[in-house]
């Protein structure tokens, strides 16, 4: 099964980027419709963006869109989450999704990396 490992979270101040990754391992990547997903302390956990297994598609939350944008690049085993202009609200911690969808079905869950953005 896939291992998913993110990277690239940390602190900054309102109106900075950061960029997300994850790193897709074992497995067929294409395989895979893939999403960041974010929690925030007392939130539930809520779809941010998602992109179709061979990035032909994507999809994104309304409270992102213009800001934020996902890429994939199977090659590399990778998938990435460029966040510009960040608002305090998008503090929260990040975490990789795949879900499976060729053959045997499965989703899997990265171990999340923390975002915070001050103002």
């Known amino acids: 099964q896939v291992q998913l490992v993110e990277s690239g979270g940390g602190s900054v101040q309102a109106g900075g980027s950061l960029r997300l990754s994850c790193a897709i391992l074992?497995?067929?990547?294409?395989?895979?419709?893939m999403g960041w997903y974010r929690q925030a302390p007392g939130n539930q956990r809520e779809l941010v963006a998602s992109?179709?297994?061979?990035?032909?598609?994507?999809n994104y939350a309304d409270f992102v869109k213009g800001r934020f944008t996902i890429s994939r690049d199977n090659a590399r085993r990778a998938m990435y989450l460029q966040m510009n202009n960040l608002k305090p609200e998008d503090t929260g911690v990040y975490y990789c999704?795949?879900?499976?969808?060729?053959?045997?079905?499965?989703?899997?869950w990265g171990q999340g990396t923390q975002v915070t953005v001050s103002s």
């Open positions: 999704n795949a879900e499976r969808t060729v053959g045997m079905s499965g989703t899997y």
């Open positions: 992109i179709t297994g061979t990035g032909t598609a994507t």
């Open positions: 074992r497995d067929i990547p294409r395989a895979y419709t």
